[in-house]
């Protein structure tokens, strides 16, 4: 039988359980399941592989009798072929040739390598109980993902950030309310003044009409109308001190929520931006956030001002006569439906406007820093056309949605005009039939709150609009705020002192589960160790720093650092002692100095002056006209490739970090900047881990291992001497940097000459 | 940089092996074995441009268009392109819906009934200016509706605003 609570990504299938329990053999144990969820055909249907500790069982309605059996003994090769969009579990046994037994998509790829390695390795001999361990891991790893959203959880069983907060947007977005609690307060106390102070004019009216002006009664005529116009003194001027609170508390809550989707945006990892653009980032704390600090305002206050309102006209309508006001309440059945459809019909289109938009954004974003690309290649007009295409789709969906939105308020305004004319037709004859029962005051009066009344109803009407629109700008800064930011499990642990030890175990990682980009690195570099890092484009060099800085860190296996998997140690205390110089150095719109000083913010003058001086950029940085005052322009505008890069080694210099890692750093410089570099990096590096991605060999030369990666494997490893005696890879690739260095110092001297 | 092998016509005749192993026999003789088709623009120009790769992932040749192959040849390209490839096709959504962010889409799809989700909606369905969209789901998987005019109102209704 096959327990129930076995090791499965979903429960087996009934079938399969009752098919491959009566399989077992004698002393059988199975120990893991794997449900797929395509048949070897390609199509969406039931699969499953049942691993025991003896054999593989794969259930597909496509192997003869429903099964295929694959005893591990047997096993020459399992591997999982990757495809696009899906993935075959192929196994050969000894002597015959290899056979899809399992096809799935991407789902339980991990898995299935998992059950491949398993296989193989226990037909080599390997330990069932320390095999079986590694799967378990692969599966725990597989529990790191929310079960519930899919969100990857920085630490298997985590709580998922988005999952477990159940409360609604409101409450989200109340912590940048509630500060200007306060003020808003004060503001509503002053709103229902002046609407309670609007009300009163009618009612005057109604006095006039009826009474003064019949009774041709002067002095009251002048008594009411100077009541009427300290009634609008007080009412306008306490409107305008509402008017200013209020602009203060707006502003105070969107800033409030740019610096939070900020401060995110920072601490998100890097992940997060390989998927989303910058420009769809800067729309949300720029754009949405306005839209949704609007929306805020308009409920917690014009709401509840024009709901107040509103019941106040209803009561004083319904005190003065019953019937009128039943009539003026005729077309709001129609304005609530109305409502009710409009708002269906418009959210999608605020949906569309917010993605054309995005899209605009994105182009801004990624065109205007390229803008001497586009100049070299003469590709303005084609910037142009391409912007222009993209604002077009936005225009598009915004007419859509100026269509819908100036419709609908024309339509309400037109139902309550209706309800107007009802008044006056019923109303008019009620007056000229019994004027004992309706004045013409009253009337007037009636006709003046009708009016009134509107408002609320068209505001109300209309709430949904707004409620669409900022909908849309909440949820999407809800993606910013609420995304999973870099997992720092070892908040609080501390680095105090690296001695620099850097050991790789089995480390596998694949950016989007297609491609592996790093297969089982297994590497010790010892404290002090300089290596060099070699390999063609694409090899998987920088992915490897990138998983030593923790840029990405859902890896299969471990990094330790002194002995200590950095997965637990606080992120920020671990990354500042790390020296990190990029082969593009980013420079910020700032002055040198404080581009030195952004690895030390605290440091003083003369720290920066001399880490300039161990960089080699002193020289240049002093024959500046404004010397360490010199502003950049965007992305370090202003200085060549080389004094930018001598600027990032200054601030990898002041930072004193105990781990080096550069990432090509001389790659794009001239053999004489590249000397000054050079001679920076040996000054940097020395009693420190240096690990080096270089392709010259004028930088490998200085190493004391040499790493040789391919295609996301370690292929070889070891000294420059030993590598070069073993005539593998390395050597070639130094083979034909020599040919290339020797080309490139002719071509050089040519120039010289 | 020698100079690309472009196959066209009847310049190569082009066989299966196992499984997603092709051979190659040009017309000038060259043989080129256990090569594999992979599409150079599996989005925009399914049928155009499949590079065949040795077991090194080194390119041997370029077939420009499928359809100018001799129908043997062709087909036996196509056989293994459509193993490779898994990109449902969408033909109905039977159900969308949204919460925390996260879409979930019951499907119907060319290779049977689906259902999957979608962790970032804003980046995950891309829309192409002929009408096909593209979607990756939270496992990295791919579909493709064909056209959005080919969908029934209900489907188109219910995606709509996510497009």
């Known amino acids: 039988m096959i327990p129930e609570d076995i090791l499965s990504t979903a429960p087996l299938p009934e079938r399969f359980a009752s098919q491959a329990a009566a399989m077992l053999l004698e002393g059988e144990t199975p120990l893991f399941t794997i449900v797929g969820d395509l048949d070897l055909k390609g199509r969406y249907n039931e699969s499953a592989l049942v691993v025991t500790d003896r054999r593989t069982l794969a259930f597909d309605q496509y192997h003869a009798g429903g099964v295929y059996v694959a005893e591990h003994a047997q096993v020459d090769k399992a591997f999982v072929k990757r495809m696009y969009g899906n993935a075959v579990l192929r196994v050969a046994l000894r002597g015959e040739a290899p056979r899809d037994i399992f096809r799935f998509t991407y789902s339980v790829a991990s898995l299935c390598d998992a059950a491949a390695l398993f296989a193989e390795n226990i037909a080599g001999g390997g330990d069932v109980r320390q095999e079986f361990d590694i799967v378990k891991a692969t599966f725990d790893k597989k529990k790191s993902f929310c079960p519930k959203c899919g969100r990857a959880l920085g630490q298997q069983g985590a709580a998922c950030i988005s999952c477990t907060s159940k409360s609604t947007l409101v409450r989200k977005f109340a912590k940048y309310v509630r500060p200007q609690l306060k003020l808003m307060v004060l503001c509503l106390a002053l709103s229902l003044v002046t609407t309670a102070m609007a009300l009163a004019p009618p009612y005057v009216t109604k006095t006039l009409v009826d009474t003064v002006i019949p009774n041709k009664d002067l002095n009251a005529l002048l008594m009411l109308v100077a009541i009427l116009l300290s009634v609008y003194i007080v009412q306008y001027?306490?409107?305008?001190?509402r008017g200013y609170f209020m602009r203060i508390a707006g502003d105070r809550i969107v800033a409030g929520l740019r610096n939070d989707i900020y401060e995110k945006a920072q601490y998100l990892p890097l992940s997060f931006y390989d998927k989303t653009s910058t420009g769809?980032?800067?729309?949300?704390?720029?754009?949405?956030?306005?839209?949704?600090?609007?929306?805020?305002?308009?409920?917690?206050?014009?709401?509840?001002i024009q709901f107040f309102l509103m019941i106040g006209i209803i009561v004083i309508m319904f005190l003065m006569n019953w019937k009128?006001?039943?009539?003026?309440?005729?077309?709001?059945?129609?304005?609530?439906?109305?409502?009710?459809?409009?708002?269906?019909?418009?959210?999608?289109?605020?949906?569309?406007?917010?993605?054309?938009?995005?899209?605009?954004?994105?182009?801004?974003?990624?065109?205007?820093?390229?803008?001497?690309?586009?100049?070299?290649?003469?590709?303005?007009?084609?910037?142009?056309?391409?912007?222009?295409?993209?604002?077009?789709?936005?225009?598009?969906?915004?007419?859509?949605?100026?269509k819908l939105s100036n419709i609908f308020p024309s339509a309400v305004t037109f139902f309550v005009t209706c309800g107007s004319l009802l008044i006056w037709g019923f109303g008019g004859k009620w007056v000229i039939q019994s004027p004992q029962n309706i004045s013409v005051g009253m009337l007037v009066s009636f006709i003046s709150y009708a009016a009134m009344f509107y408002g609320p109803v068209n505001f109300f009407a209309t709430l949904n609009d707004t409620y669409q629109n900022s909908l849309t700008s909440a949820q999407r800064i809800l993606d910013v705020i609420d995304a999973e930011p870099e997992a720092d499990f070892g908040k609080g642990n501390l680095v105090k002192k690296v001695k620099g030890k850097i050991e790789f175990r089995n480390v596998n990682f694949s950016f989007d589960r297609i491609k592996k980009a790093l297969t089982n690195i297994n590497l010790v570099i010892e404290p002090g160790d300089i290596v060099g890092i070699v390999g063609t484009t694409?090899?998987?060099?920088?992915?490897?720093?990138?998983?030593?800085?923790?840029?990405?860190?859902?890896?299969?296996?471990e990094i330790l650092v002194d002995g200590v998997n950095i997965k637990e140690l606080d992120l920020e205390s671990y990354r500042s002692k790390i020296g990190y110089v990029q082969q593009e150095p980013i420079m910020f719109k700032d002055t040198v100095f404080r581009n030195i000083a952004f690895s030390l913010p605290d440091a003083d003058v003369e720290q920066v002056i001399h880490a300039a001086d161990v960089a080699n950029a002193h020289s240049f940085i002093a024959r500046l006209p404004d010397g360490y005052d010199t502003m950049l322009g965007e992305r370090g505008v202003g200085l060549s490739g080389g004094e930018r890069q001598r600027l990032s080694i200054a601030r990898a210099v002041l930072k004193n970090p105990s781990l080096l890692i550069f990432d090509e750093a001389t790659a794009a410089v001239d053999s004489e900047t590249e000397h000054l570099i050079q001679q920076a990096i040996e000054r940097l590096i020395s009693g420190r881990t240096t690990l080096m991605i270089a392709h010259r060999l004028s930088t490998l030369r200085k190493a004391n291992k040499i790493v040789v990666v391919d295609k996301g494997e370690i292929v070889e490893f070891g000294s420059h001497d030993e590598l070069m005696a073993l005539k593998g890879k390395y050597f070639k690739l130094i083979e034909i940097q020599s040919m290339s260095e020797k080309i490139r110092a002719g071509k050089e001297a040519e120039r010289f000459e | 940089m020698s100079e690309r092998t472009y196959i066209e016509y009847d310049n190569a005749r082009i066989t299966r092996l196992d499984g997603l192993a092709l051979r190659v026999e040009m017309y000038d003789g060259r043989v080129f074995e256990n090569v594999e088709a992979r599409r150079l623009f599996p989005i925009t120009g399914a049928s155009r441009y499949i590079t065949l790769l040795d077991e090194d992932g080194v390119e041997q040749a370029v077939i420009r268009n499928l359809k100018n192959l001799e129908p043997d040849s062709r087909k036996a390209v196509e056989e293994t392109l459509a193993q490779y490839y898994l990109v449902p096709k969408i033909t109905r959504v039977l159900a969308c819906t949204e919460k925390y962010g996260k879409l979930t889409l019951k499907v119907e799809t060319d290779i049977g009934e689906h259902r999957f989700e979608i962790k970032h909606?804003?980046?995950?369905?891309?829309?192409?200016?002929?009408?096909?969209?593209?979607?990756?789901?939270?496992?990295?998987?791919?579909?493709?509706?064909?056209?959005?005019?080919?969908?029934?109102?209900?489907?188109?209704?219910?995606?709509?605003?996510?497009?």
């Open chain 1, 324 to 402: 009128l006001t039943l009539l003026s309440l005729t077309p709001i059945p129609l304005v609530v439906l109305g409502a009710r459809y409009f708002g269906k019909r418009i959210a999608p289109v605020y949906r569309k406007i917010w993605r054309r938009w995005a899209a605009v954004s994105s182009i801004l974003t990624d065109t205007l820093p390229g803008v001497r690309v586009i100049k070299s290649f003469t590709g303005e007009q084609r910037s142009a056309e391409k912007f222009e295409s993209y604002n077009n789709e936005w225009l598009i969906e915004d007419r859509k949605a100026a």
């Open chain 1, 538 to 557: 694409g090899s998987g060099k920088s992915t490897l720093v990138n998983l030593i800085m923790r840029f990405y860190d859902a890896y299969e296996g």
């Open chain 1, 280 to 304: 769809s980032v800067i729309s949300r704390v720029s754009g949405d956030t306005s839209t949704l600090q609007a929306f805020m305002l308009r409920i917690t206050q014009e709401a509840i």
């Open chain 2, 121 to 163: 909606v804003n980046t995950d369905i891309k829309v192409l200016f002929d009408g096909r969209v593209f979607i990756t789901d939270s496992s990295d998987n791919r579909y493709e509706i064909p056209g959005l005019r080919k969908l029934d109102k209900k489907s188109l209704a219910l995606l709509s605003p996510y497009l």
């Open chain 1, 237 to 241: 001027t306490i409107g305008a001190v």
